[in-house]
């Protein structure tokens, strides 16, 4: 559901890459987009606009077309008995809902209702890093900046950022119709420019992306009591978000630990070597399926603090990736 | 001392803009810029390649031409009767040499030998927003991470940005030479990246400028017991540093209070109004004389905790525009 938006098609490309084992696929979307034509492992399929019933036989949804319409089809689609594996915010803090990153918290699959949801991107590739740490020396806080590419906002953004770059003399004056969020009164260029708001404000002056990676990373890491912050901020970037984590442990532990433990997770690579300039950086990350860590460095002053920078793809880890590995370890573990 | 450069010119224009009062101003650089000439107050000066007796009868030197510079002329203006305000790191960590910010410290000013230093662009920003809060409400921990121009690096990092930028699809592949720093042995494309180093790194993990922000943060506020962290990134805008400022103050505090602060402090402008979008971002704030300071929220878990971004021009008050501030400050308080 969604199959020609920008994670749609990744979702495609993962499960052709990683021959899932399919025996009929349907690529759904809004009526807008029905009839256009998608190759998946050398078939022509037509896209068809989603009714309750495209849901018949499914055994698996994969959604990623918007909240709205994931409350609209995700019910239908448990109804007539399908897993759905839903890559937007709305059921992600619904009690009933597991929320999982397959390397975090797989065991909470079996929790499953019907509906299991994929985490925000900046949170997938955050606890990604966090949870090895948290396993082997506890923890008490977490402080996150983010450096957020524009796909996250979909192609029109990517278009907007192009758009924008080519007249690099007058950047300031620069049109801008979709950034920092589409339906937002005010739009701001991207290129040359930090955006430091990414989808709307809450009440409490934090916007809903800081508060997705703020409640999300307590659901999954299964501790409400780890205090989390956030501050997510948009950059001229096309794909790749970058995260400048901050962390405190319960125990001591050595950046040679830390680097180990980073070593030893699964999904992640340790990408850290300052003295030959190797940290990762998005341009260079863009694509590909892992969690980069560099950049460790035990705080100066607090021995259980800690500092890494975090980078991954958005739109493979951070989404299309997180949930067809969901799909993989509902049939590993026998949950479908 | 080093007139030619983009912070010399920016001095300039201080001067110029603030009615600085001049008797007479010699512009002195290397030999390969000597011969250029420059407009100053509507006459025509030639720059001069710069000797121990070009100081000769000067009684403010601002220098900005680098380290190594600095080391070999400011003994030698001092010698001559000059006062020194040196933009470069040369004697930043001296103990007999004080390093500024007039909002800050003003009275520092009056315990110098010769040397006054102006500290690192993103340091003078940081503490210009956390000094009110620390006089206030005390301070025990700041964690810093960077969003910064490519302006910082000089002339050719804008260069090299401008060339990269205008071939969006092979940014991966784009030239660079400049970038992170001139010196390495690797160079990144900076346009649609972003790139965690900024200087060389120490032996401990930091770069050298994340040890800047650390090092003089305590230097300027009097208080080597402050905890200070920072993680420096260098990213695809031309000139305008931000910083995602976490910190823990030693008593509680409201959002409404720091805000507060922030509007009395001087050398900074409140921007801070989600409900209509209102931040600071560098693209805007290009050229301005402010420290412009915005999402300020209170930590959800620690309610001594705050986060605010902070935004101004590293070229203007980063660098120029203090260097200036500290010459008036000689006057004003009679130490000239």
């Known amino acids: 559901m969604g199959a020609t938006g920008a994670v749609g098609q990744q979702m495609k490309e993962q499960l052709e890459k990683r021959n899932f084992p399919i025996k009929d696929i349907v690529f759904l979307s809004s009526s807008r987009s029905a009839g256009k034509e998608i190759e998946f492992n050398g078939k022509t399929y037509t896209v068809q606009e989603a009714k309750p019933e495209s849901f018949e036989g499914i055994d698996i949804a994969l959604f990623s077309a918007g909240g709205s319409v994931s409350e609209k089809f995700a019910p239908e689609a448990v109804k007539r008995g399908a897993i759905v594996i839903d890559n937007t915010s709305a059921f992600r803090m619904d009690k009933e809902v ?4 397959p390397e975090v918290n797989k065991e909470d699959l079996r929790l499953h209702k019907g509906i299991i949801a994929n985490p925000n991107c900046s949170t997938i590739q955050m606890v990604c890093a966090l949870q090895p740490l948290k396993e082997l020396y506890g923890m008490s806080k977490v402080v996150v900046s ?5 796909s996250g906002a979909g192609i029109d953004a990517i278009n907007e950022l192009k758009a924008q770059a080519a007249d690099f003399d007058n950047a300031k004056d620069a049109e801008a119709k ?5 339906s937002a009164e005010h739009h701001y260029p991207i290129a040359f420019n930090v955006v430091p708001q990414i989808d ?3 009440a409490n002056g934090y916007t809903f992306e800081e508060m997705k990676m703020i409640n999300e990373t307590k659901k999954i890491m299964h501790d409400d009591s780890l205090a989390v912050a956030a501050t997510c901020v948009r950059l001229p970037v096309v794909t790749g978000h970058s995260e400048s984590v901050y962390v405190e442990l319960e125990k001591e532990a050595t ?3 830390v680097k180990q433990a980073m070593t030893n997770a699964p999904g992640v690579e340790l990408m850290d070597d300052p003295s030959n300039q190797v940290y990762p950086m998005p341009l260079m990350t863009a694509g590909l399926d892992e969690v980069f860590v560099g950049r460790i460095r035990q705080d100066l002053d607090n021995p259980n603090g800690f500092h890494l920078w975090v980078v991954s793809d958005n739109l493979v880890k951070g989404a299309a990736l997180n949930s067809v590995q969901i799909a993989e370890a509902l049939i590993e573990e026998n949950i479908i």
Chains 1, 2 share one sequence.
């Open 255 to 257: 950046v040679d630990q």
């Open 98 to 101: 597991p929320l999982v990153v």
């Open 146 to 150: 983010t450096y957020q590419a524009v």
């Open 200 to 202: 709307q404000f809450t």
């Open 178 to 182: 979709v950034l920092p969020v589409k």
